[in-house]
């Protein structure tokens, strides 16, 4: 079964670093772009950046360069999502997300990383 | 950037109703137009990929058309189980999701 699976639930206080994870299973993980999803509580998707584990080329939605750094690890089939200095505004729900192929669509998502950044 | 504008943010219906979601992109991006569903306490889900082919497994009341700047996404009868969160997404220059439709049971 083609799958992500995300790290479980984090409660940091504000300034603190984190490091999320996304795992790939039942798929040739070096030869599709995984891509992050930002949801704010009650609010819409964001794009914040895509990689391929291949190679590590990444990129960066504008709104999100500089705020947050995308790795991956391509002998363990990892994507992670890190923050050098959390802030309260951080707080929201986290995808990871497959690319098909070359088509642009997300087609296996993650459940979902919840951080809350809170004093 | 390119900017998605989704109407309505929600609308409600009846069981059986004909729904149409509207998706306006702020500039030519051909047909890299994809539809997803969100579930509340759920990830999202692909239903449409370029803007008119239903994903494997979608059931045929959900379909997509459009090219260029102006996208619709169909459900042609709402069922009960059809109740989330609609979002479109461009892939022509990065990724830009819509605001979403909350779609309701009237």
């Known amino acids: 079964e083609v799958q992500l699976v995300q790290s479980g639930a984090e409660v940091k206080k504000p300034g603190e670093s984190l490091k999320i994870s996304c795992k790939g299973s039942g798929y040739s993980f070096t030869s599709y772009w995984i891509g992050w999803v930002r949801q704010m509580p009650g609010k819409g998707l964001e794009w914040m950046g895509i990689i391929y584990p291949g190679d590590s080329d990444t990129r960066y939605s504008p709104s999100f360069q500089g705020q947050v750094t995308i790795s991956a690890d391509k002998s363990i089939s990892t994507a992670y999502l890190q923050w050098s200095s959390l802030k309260a505004s951080d707080t929201a729900m986290y995808y990871c997300?497959?690319?098909?192929?070359?088509?642009?669509?997300?087609?296996?998502w993650g459940q979902g990383t919840m951080v809350t950044v809170s004093s | 950037d390119i900017q998605m504008t989704q109407s309505p943010s929600s609308l409600s219906a009846s069981v059986g109703d004909r729904v149409t979601i509207t998706c306006q992109a702020s500039?030519?991006?051909?047909?890299?137009l994809n539809w997803y569903q969100q579930k509340p306490g759920k990830a999202p889900k692909l239903l449409i990929y370029d803007a008119s082919n239903l994903e494997t497994g979608v059931p045929s009341r959900f379909s997509g058309s459009g090219s260029g700047t102006d996208f619709t996404f169909t459900i042609s009868s709402l069922q009960p189980e059809d109740i989330a969160t609609y979002y479109c997404?461009?892939?022509?220059?990065?990724?830009?999701f819509g605001q979403g439709t909350k779609l309701e049971i009237k």
């Open positions: 997404q461009q892939y022509d220059n990065l990724y830009t």
């Open positions: 500039q030519d991006i051909s047909n890299y």
């Open positions: 997300a497959r690319r098909r192929g070359d088509l642009g669509a997300f087609d296996i």
